[in-house]
Every structure is written in structure tokens, then in C-alpha cells.
T-cell receptor
Framework: QKEVEQNSGPLSVPEGAIASLNCTYS??????FFWYRQYSGKSPELIMS????GDKEDGRFTAQLNKASQYVSLLIRDSQPSDSATYLC??????????FGQGTTLQVKP | EAGVAQSPRYKIIEKRQSVAFWCNPI?????LYWYQQILGQGPKLLIQ????????DSQLPKDRFSAERLKGVDSTLKIQPAKLEDSAVYLC?????????????FGNGTRLTVT
């Protein structure tokens, strides 16, 4: 079992729709979770972090964490073509080691 | 603030040759990471430094890869000898501390092609 699992996609949504990206993890000791966005040919950039169960909202982005189910998700409301990218789910433990999932490719069609 | 600097930007070598990559983290960042990203995959941690000490190198292929951060600032990653499967983007990242909540700041990466 991979430490962080994501569906590689592509996930295709129309412009203005809600995009839902999902991630599961295997290590119950994981403490912090991040979502990074990576445009083709570019380096990853942090868009959201979440540390406790529940929802965290930042603009059009909402991260959701359920530690009992070992599940993290990212919702993107009012999706725009500029949101088309690969979204990487990341978990970390108490040593600062960050483990990346393989990423989900999102395509937002005009 | 200046970002994470990496060089070279691109490198093409033949298998069995050696190659070195350089990274200068954001000033004051104690933690430095080297990741390998193969096309279509997420970044894989090769080595994590806290200042000039190694925190984690469990996934570093030590028979061919080596890394150092002698003065706790910049770092070099070396591959000797290179194999075809080493073709990837090598990403350097830094963060202010060793806490799990610290976000990573990535450099632009070095794209390595081994022929």
C-alpha cells in the first residue's frame, strides 16, 4: 500500500464547476497535510495546509481532513482554466519528512 | 526574499557518467530537502538535512548517490555512475525549521536526461 494514494486522473470539470480531489494515507501517525499545485514543467507550490479534523477554507479552496478515515480532500469552487494543473497531496510526520502522493491531474474546460 | 536557487537548469549525460547538482536554500532556512521527480509521478524524498546533519536518507541509493551540506547552507547532490532510470527532475526545497508544519519552498529544479 502506498503511503499517500491519489487517483492520477485526469479529472475533467467544466469551467465554474466544483472540482473534488481526494487522497488517502496509510500512516495513522501523520500529523500535517498539505496540498501543492504543480503546473506542467514547474515546481510544486503550496496552496493549502490542514492539521486538524474538519474543513479549512481559503478563498475558492476548501481542504477537508478526516483522520479516523485517513482521508484528505481538496475542493475547488468556481473552477477556472487557470486551475488546470496537477495537485499533489502531502502528509508529514513529526520529523518534518514530507511524503508526496503521485498527484491528480485536473483539467478545467472553458 | 530570494528563492531557492538550483543549478544547472538542464543536464544531459551518458549512462555511467557522473553529474552534480547544486542548491542554495532561502537564507535562514535550516532544513533542506532533495527530491527526485520522475515524469508522471510525485516527488520522492532522497535526503533531508537539518542544518548540516542528515535527518533522513532512507530512500537515497547510496551506492551511486551522495549528498552533502557541509556548512549548513548550500548543498550538492552527486550521481556516480548514472543509470538510464535516473532521468528525472531533481528538486531542492527548503523550510524554516524541522517542524512538520513548515511549508516547503521549491527551487526550479534540474532536469537530468541520461542517454
Amino acid at each position: 500500500q502506498k503511503e499517500v494514494e491519489q487517483n492520477s486522473g485526469p479529472l475533467s470539470v467544466p469551467e465554474g464547476a466544483i472540482a473534488s480531489l481526494n487522497c488517502t494515507y496509510s500512516d495513522r501517525g501523520s500529523q500535517s497535510f498539505f496540498w501543492y499545485r504543480q503546473y506542467s514543467g514547474k515546481s510544486p507550490e503550496l496552496i493549502m495546509s490542514i492539521y486538524s479534523n474538519g474543513d479549512k477554507e481559503d478563498g475558492r479552496f476548501t481542504a477537508q481532513l478526516n483522520k479516523a478515515s485517513q482521508y484528505v480532500s481538496l475542493l475547488i469552487r468556481d473552477s477556472q482554466p487557470s486551475d488546470s494543473a496537477t495537485y499533489l497531496c502531502v502528509r508529514s510526520g513529526n520529523t518534518g519528512k514530507l511524503i508526496f502522493g503521485q498527484g491528480t491531474t485536473l483539467q478545467v474546460k472553458p | 526574499e530570494a528563492g531557492v536557487a538550483q543549478s544547472p537548469r538542464y543536464k544531459i549525460i551518458e549512462k555511467r557518467q557522473s553529474v552534480a547538482f547544486w542548491c542554495n536554500p532561502i537564507s535562514g532556512h535550516a532544513t533542506l530537502y532533495w527530491y527526485q521527480q520522475i515524469l508522471g509521478q510525485g516527488p520522492k524524498l532522497l535526503i533531508q538535512f537539518q542544518n548540516n546533519g542528515v535527518v533522513d536518507d532512507s530512500q537515497l541509493p547510496k551506492d551511486r548517490f551522495s549528498a552533502e551540506r557541509l556548512k549548513g547552507v548550500d548543498s550538492t547532490l552527486k550521481i556516480q555512475p548514472a543509470k538510464l532510470e535516473d532521468s528525472a527532475v531533481y528538486l531542492c526545497a527548503s523550510s524554516p525549521g524541522g517542524l512538520s508544519s513548515s511549508p516547503l519552498h521549491f527551487g526550479n529544479g534540474t532536469r537530468l536526461t541520461v542517454t
